[in-house]
T-cell receptor, first 116, second 114 residues
């Protein structure tokens, strides 16, 4: 079964600085998708960024970028110029082919605090 | 213009009661899901429906029964509520069931069983 591991239960960053959240996963598949979701205190689950395993280029969305290392099965999220509104739980997630029942598997999350 | 909406937002009830959570999506998606987030924030899938057909049914007690009257709705009915059912329940949808389709989540329903 696919598993997703986020080894940092909590992280903190100073406003305007850069922080990297780690994620590793386990799969025997060659094509799959990886996602980062953000959950602020409002509880809403917000898609931050996604990466297809077949694409070598790392995905970027404004201040958010990923470092995707397929061989190492690593998918870290970099947040540049951190803002107070970035404070949230961040979940890494994997979704791969499972014969028609491709569920999204989440890591346990990293709580990010942004200090002013 | 809410994409995935679920009601109620909060639900407080006593052990042994039966309750329902409703979910609707206006994105035209084919696939809908229920996820449970426990007190440690861990998210785990419970059910998934594709075009009203059940395609994922994780190890969930029989007291939980999803119902999909059409592909825009997926409701969750819970019988004989227990203390351990207290959690946040998220409804989600995706364009289709394939793995390249991201999930869009509702705002969650916090269920508290006393």
């Amino acid at each position: 079964a696919q598993t997703v591991t986020q080894s940092q239960p909590e992280m903190s960053v100073q406003e305007a600085e850069t922080v990297t959240l780690s994620c590793t996963y386990d799969t025997s598949e060659s094509d799959y998708y990886l996602f980062w979701y953000k959950q602020p205190p409002s509880r809403q689950m917000i898609l931050v960024i996604r990466q297809e395993a077949y694409k070598q280029q790392n995905a970027t969305e404004n201040r958010f970028s990923v470092n995707f290392q397929k061989a190492a099965k690593s998918f870290s999220l970099k947040i540049s110029d951190s803002q107070l509104g970035d404070a949230a739980m961040y979940f890494c997630a994997y979704r791969g082919p499972q014969g028609g029942s491709e569920k999204l598997v989440f890591g346990k999350g990293t709580k990010l605090t942004v200090n002013p | 213009d809410t994409a995935v909406s679920q009601t109620p937002k909060y639900l407080v009830t006593q052990m042994g009661n039966d309750k329902s959570i409703k979910c609707e999506q206006n994105l035209g998606h084919d696939t809908m899901y229920w996820y449970k987030q426990d007190s440690k924030k861990f998210l785990k899938i419970m059910f998934s429906y594709n075009n009203k057909e059940l395609i994922i049914n994780e190890t969930v007690p029989n007291r939980f029964s999803p119902k999909s009257p059409d592909k825009a709705h997926l409701n969750l009915h819970i019988n004989s509520l227990e203390l351990g059912d207290s959690a946040v329940y998220f409804c989600a949808s995706s364009a289709h069931s394939s793995y390249n389709s991201p999930l869009h989540f509702g705002n969650g329903t916090r269920l508290t069983v006393t």
